[in-house]
């Protein structure tokens, strides 16, 4: 059970396959299940880790939620697990944890960033309260959706992975506040990918951190804001091509 620690939190982490790593940063409140289909995506060609963010999964619950505090518990993860350079692949709080990072450390070979805005002062934080919610589907998948999996099986996952009220609730903000600062000092190659439909974040603030990146490049997917599950084989597509090409 790999096991990173910083300044006394134990952070859980698991990693699969050979090659390049590429490490998995979830939304505020949600566990590693909801990088599943990414996961088996890269696993193969690179290395897939993903990690539990302090208060969430099987990692520990803490006083400090602070963006940049997660960053460096990524740093601990990273180190623990020594891997000298990863391509960083974030969705919402972990596309913001990504940009972070790359900010104050230097082992960020890319950064993909899923659903995520130029500022957290965008971010609904009531729609993405309500993700755990009964509502959630509402929130999660558009009316098309078919199904990646049983609901009821990802609530038996959920039950297992998420975050418990008090660390979501920091987490969340911890998100709200989250502000980059100036977008032209971040050189790491950076592919964002807006949800065209999510009620969390605005479609136009992940065109804005695209092009405020000097490497950053955008594109639209369809879905709301769980689009990377409801649309995997398309956002798999364009992360492992983009992938390839950094």
């Known amino acids: ?6 300044d006394g939190v134990g952070l859980y982490y698991e990693r699969v396959g050979d ?4 490490v998995f940063l979830p939304e505020a409140g949600l566990g590693a299940w909801s990088w599943g289909w990414q996961h088996d995506a890269v696993a193969g ?7 539990d963010p302090r208060g969430t999964g099987r990692s520990d619950t803490a006083d400090d939620y602070a963006v940049e505090t997660l960053a460096d518990d990524l740093e601990a993860v990273l180190r623990d697990a020594d891997v000298r350079s990863a391509h960083l692949v974030g969705h919402g709080l972990g596309g ?10 230097n082992r960020a070979r890319s950064l993909t960033l899923i659903s995520t805005p130029a500022s957290g002062e965008v971010v609904d934080t009531e729609s993405l309260g309500r993700l755990f919610s009964p509502e959630w589907p509402e929130v ?23 975050a ?21 000092e971040y050189t790491t190659p950076a592919l964002v990918l807006g949800a065209l439909d999510s009620p969390v974040v605005p479609e136009p603030a992940c065109e ?39």
Do not use: K
């Not at 090659?19 to 590429?22: C, S």
């Not at 060609?45 to 990690?51: A, F, G, Q, T, W």
């Not at 418990?164 to 903000?173: A, H, N, Q, T």
């Open 1 to 6: 059970m790999p096991r990173a620690r910083n």
């Open 19 to 22: 090659g390049e790593t590429v």
């Open 45 to 51: 060609p690179y290395e897939s880790l993903v990690v």
């Open 96 to 105: 913001a944890v990504a940009l972070a990072y790359a900010a104050a450390h």
């Open 140 to 162: 999660a998948f558009s009316d098309a959706y078919v199904g990646v999996a049983p609901r009821a099986e990802i609530e038996g996952w959920r039950d297992l992975d998420d």
């Open 164 to 184: 418990e009220p008090e660390p979501r609730r920091r987490l969340v903000d911890a998100y709200a506040a989250f502000d980059p600062g100036a977008l032209y």
């Open 208 to 246: 804005t951190l695209a092009t405020g990146l000097p490497q950053g490049e955008y594109e639209q997917v369809e879905g709301r804001h769980l689009a990377h599950l409801e649309h995997s084989v398309a956002v798999n597509d364009r992360l492992l091509a983009f992938l390839h090409r950094t």
